[in-house]
């Protein structure tokens, strides 16, 4: 320990002997003969050195400390030092020096008997002081209450009684803090500091000053928008780190903030620094509100006798304002740089009180919102003034505006806001400025989701151009190229933008094109937001994100848009489940939001003319892309509905991928596969409003997409069962298009195909020889012909699938038969031929179809289409007998028969081939099959009864009993 050359020989061995004790010694009794001593300035070294060696109060020691230094702390506090406002002076630096020793003391048991006297101690310190001493006394305070929660209450009161003086004066406060002789620069010293008398200025009446106070009803500035406009300069922007430090850590040479009445009395000294009082300063005011929710948890029943008051005072405190700078500098007079940083360090400090005030109030509002409804308009007035006024660089303080705004808009104060809601849609209100500044970042969740709250509150109530505000903002936040958006916030974005289409849907605005242009905005928002999700594929590896798919986010060009649209935000510190999960939410919600804007584009025609909306004529000599609001699907709306379709399969894709990270849990969240399914679904009924035409200019142009997925996973089979059973009109639509496009691809039912021809590529000018070369290549043809086999069986499914769900929507809607008649011979000759092509009759694809298509026209008896057949019966009985003749597959031959005996047909058509049609009875009734079984009894019944001869009668006879003594036999 350091030492400094004593006056006498009595006080260098007391100084020895001290510093023996601070180096173990358990006598503490020469630290407190010096604490007490009349030398001020060898008391605050000694003070000084204790509180340097404070680790020692986390020692056996600390009992003995607080035995014999605690009374010493309190005469310093209570009798031998007296408040100063000069921080320079050494009564204050002792003081302070004191009030910190005691703020660093261990909360623990030690303690604990001494917490009711270091409270009254603090509480008188919080009254008499100023500013940085009081700022001790009030962390004294919290923590001393927050640790000993069974402390007397009989400083409750009186604590809350200051917080209540310090509010009802804060008018007079913000007056005298923002003098311009407080905040002018100092002139050369003209008076001795020993010559002022302090006493005088402490007890001094304040008085009311004339400076302006700016008022909510008036346009407030920034002091960020008041430096620009100041010609001086202006301190440095803070960083994030930083900001809190900045705000409250005034500048060297700040002279006091005490009333006209004092300015004459000031030191003029650069080096002086004069607090304001405890009650007269906003960096105390910021700490009162805190300290005041503790003690109302601690002890309630203060609660009813001082919450009307603190409100009444609070709501005053929150209409105050930082006048303008320029209304500070009079005549002929300016502020220098140490003035002006003062000047902002103040209105920061202002702020960050108004802004703990704001919190305390939202923290009042379940339990006490009668005594706060008459201050509803107020407080969302203020709550946006403080957002205007708030510094830029200022984040602690404006998140807790922005946590306080999103308290009272989820209550019913919500109302005060309404009116407000193009100044918080100015970004430099809601998050201190529209360009990403660095320290705005982590603002911009918490803006943007408040934002959210707010338009989805008042979405009734906007009009069109204050929509078009909302897309454009929240566009931006969708399409976000940093890495500071989490993805749940522009998964916010996706629901905010879905939550206003109905409104503008429904609005009353003479120009139609406004509403239909704001869908189709929002519509061409969401698709791009798909063409960047479609670039992006979660992979997880040892529980993270892969770095290079981090880094390949940006959305390649898709369809004709050459623009490029973003990155996915995924931030690196991100959980890989949570990230997973809300990249999932944000595709179902796009892909089920597009059901809805599909529907509304398509009907907005309809919708005003329902409503007979006085709509205003179009621009003479416009387009269909200029006034489509009174027309149907525009080109421009087909390519985005395109685009969707084709950036809207590999994203649903993503709902597939199971978390690797997360146990599952089947009675809560659905599984994968049916959070695929449901958005399938969705999928699939965005098209159900379309009509023919457009279902054909969209979803008909890709058809190839549908059979991709369906290979990929069968599951995708529900888009074309959903639409084949939506509507009739919707179901004849799909099904006219659907099999224009199976039946021309017909040849893909082949499940196998030759692999005898292959075109083997020229040589390479230089490098393997001619050997080697083939041999490669007779190795690559193996492994592409496995390859290939395995997709053209995938494919070959596809398609048969395809068929299937076609044919069984006859039986829902009949009328789609008329889409099913025109290809009918050209399927049923195509089958039959290819069956009776193969070398070996096996079965396949061709002989399921006519099986499908059989049981269709039999079980709906469709007369048009039994005549389309007619034509064919021969050819395909034949055709189908010799197939049933030349295989021995029991599988293969049920299914001929089957196939011959429910051929759609009249039964006067088959009388002809009667003797034909009877062995295969005969095989049918041979068969092991019941069904076969049962079929054949039905058919030979038929015959029975159109049948009128004997003979016809006796040889049905000799055929039943032949084949009953066979099967008895057996």
Known sequence: MSELSPATPTMASEKQ?????????MNWEPVRRRLLGADIKDALRAATELRERIEIVHTAEFPLMLSALLPAFSSILAHRTTPNPDTTTDDHKLR???????????????????????????????????????????????????????????????????????????PTSVQRNFLFPALA??????KSNSDLDFSAIMDEKETPSKSPVATPGKELKTPDKEREESSGSSPPTATPGASQSAATTPGP????????LSISKLPTSPVARLSPRSNSSFRVLTECPLIVMLMFQLYPKFLRGNIPGLINVMMESLALRAPPIQSITQKNEFLDSNGKRLYFSRCRELVAAQAK????????????????????????????????????????TRKELLVATRHLLNSEFRNGFFRHVDALLDERVLIGSHHRYSEQTILRPLGYTTLSDLVHHVR????????????????????????TLPISTQYTAVRTLLSIVDIVFHNKERDPQIGRDILVRILKTLVDKLGALKSYRISFQQGGVEESDKNKLSTKNVGNDSAQITKLPLPPSSDPSESLRDLKSMIRAIVVGHKTLIWYINNYRVQRDKEKIDNAPPRIGANEEVASAMLKITRTEHALIDRFIVLAFPCMKCLKEEDPFKEKDVNKTPSTPDQYRDALTYFAAAFTTLDGYDLRRTLGRRLDL????????????VIPRHL????????????????????ERIDNLVVTRPHDIYFVPAAPSSGISEIERLENLSGHMGDSSAEKDEEVKQRSTAYLLLFERVLKSLSTFPGNERALRPHLKTIVSTCVGSSMEKSEFTMDNHCMLLRYIFRSISAGKFEESYKELLPLIPTVLNGLFRILRSTDDEILSNIIIELLLTIPARLSSLLPHMNLLLRVITRALESTSGDLVNLGYVMSSYFHLRQNDDLSNHFLQITYLGVLGRQSES
Do not use: W
Not at 17 to 25: A, D, K, L, P, Q
Not at 371 to 389: C, F, G, H, I, Q
Not at 471 to 479: A, C, D, T
Not at 731 to 741: R, Y
């Open 17 to 25: 002997e001290t510093s023996f004790i601070m180096s173990g010694s």
């Open 96 to 170: 302070n020096v004191v009030l910190e020793i005691i703020c660093r003391m261990p909360s623990n048991e030690v303690l604990r008997p001494h917490a009711p006297h270091l409270v009254a101690v603090a509480l008188d310190i919080l009254n008499r002081d100023f500013e940085e001493n009081a700022l001790l006394a009030s962390r004294i305070i919290f923590d001393l209450y927050k640790v000993y929660r069974t402390l007397p209450q009989d400083y409750v009161q009186p604590y809350l009684d200051f917080v209540q003086n310090a509010y009802r004066k804060l």
């Open 185 to 190: 620069a100092s002139e050369p010293q003209a």
């Open 253 to 260: 040479a700040t002279p006091a903030t005490l009333s006209s």
């Open 357 to 396: 005030t704001l919190s305390f109030l939202t923290y009042l509002l379940r339990g006490f919102s009668n005594d706060l409804k008459p201050y509803e308009d107020r407080l969302a007035s203020n709550v946006v003034a403080l957002m205007s006024t708030c510094p830029r660089e200022f984040i602690s």
């Open 460 to 483: 009734s109530l906007l009009t069109m151009v204050q929509m078009s505000k909302v897309v454009s903002m929240f566009s931006r936040v969708l399409h976000d190229s940093s890495t």
């Open 706 to 717: 549908l059979v991709d997925a369906i290979m990929e996973d069968s599951i995708a089979i």
């Open 724 to 743: 084949l059973a939506a509507n009739a009109a919707t179901s004849l639509d799909f099904c006219t298009m659907l099999l224009d496009f199976l039946v």
